[in-house]
């Protein structure tokens, strides 16, 4: 895709160019990234403190958890950004309102709308910075307050002239990258260890990829909406906390 006055360094198609894309946009996704991920936990902290995560073994049932349902849903709507986008960068705030609003409607808890709204402000503001796009500047207009993370993810990988495929990727690798990095720090869990339960989880996340990229033109109405009640709880009683290490 090459928009019409894009205004950043020009596209590379080739197989060479796709990886580029892809690593950038799995370093934007990662948590140690300044677009904010690093403040965050995922749910992490409070189910430390609530003492349902102690250990490698709680870790890894935590993560699991949370990638087959708000990871799910998250890796189906940043798909379903990608596509819209990709499909026509001039004429996609509309749908990707539509995305954004039906995102909104599955995130129950207030604080984790805030904080999907934060972190999706902060991606886009990444974004711009390394490839500028003239469809990403509309969406500053329409969404004042930041899309959500999904939206701003699906739309960066459209503008790295990536699938909505990838972008499900870098969605799911957010949602148990983020958590098992804020684990190291908040249980002092051996490195080695945690990555290892990343890689464990690896075809469960492949799977879920694929399912998200199935959803791309799905209508936004009709896409996911697995539930994670406990981490829309969790997400009131920690933004509530006087004390805490992360933001969420």
Do not use: K, N, W, Y
């Not at 599955?106 to 796009?133: D, Y």
Request: hydrophobic share 50%.
């Amino acid at each position: 895709m090459s928009a019409p006055g894009h205004r950043g360094v020009a596209p590379d198609a080739s197989p060479a160019g796709h990886a580029a894309g892809l690593s950038a946009l799995l370093l934007l996704a990662d948590g140690r990234f300044p677009a904010g991920g690093h403040a965050h936990s995922g749910g992490l902290e409070a189910a430390v403190a609530a003492g349902r995560v102690t250990d490698v073994t709680t870790l890894t049932s935590f993560l699991r958890g949370r990638t087959v349902t708000s990871g799910a849903v998250c890796a189906a709507f940043a798909a379903a950004a990608c596509a819209a986008f990709e499909a026509d960068p001039t004429m996609a705030s509309g749908e990707l309102g539509d995305l954004d609003a039906e995102l909104d409607a599955r995130t129950p808890s207030p604080a984790l709308r805030g904080t999907s709204r934060v972190l999706g402000r902060q991606l886009l503001r990444a974004a711009r910075a390394i490839r500028a796009h003239p469809g990403l500047d509309p969406l500053t207009v329409t969404m004042p307050d930041g899309p959500h993370q999904p939206i701003a993810l699906g739309v960066t990988s459209a503008v790295f002239q990536l699938t909505p495929h990838a972008a499900a990727v870098a969605a799911l690798h957010e949602a148990a990258a983020g958590p098992a990095t804020a684990a190291i720090r908040l249980l002092g869990l051996d490195p080695f260890a945690v990555h290892a339960v990343l890689i464990r989880l690896a075809p469960q996340l492949d799977e879920l990829a694929r399912e998200a990229a199935d959803h791309a033109t799905t209508p936004a109405e009709r896409l996911p909406a697995p539930s994670a009640p406990v981490l829309d709880i969790s997400a009131e009683h920690h933004a509530a906390r006087e004390v805490r290490l992360f933001a969420s």
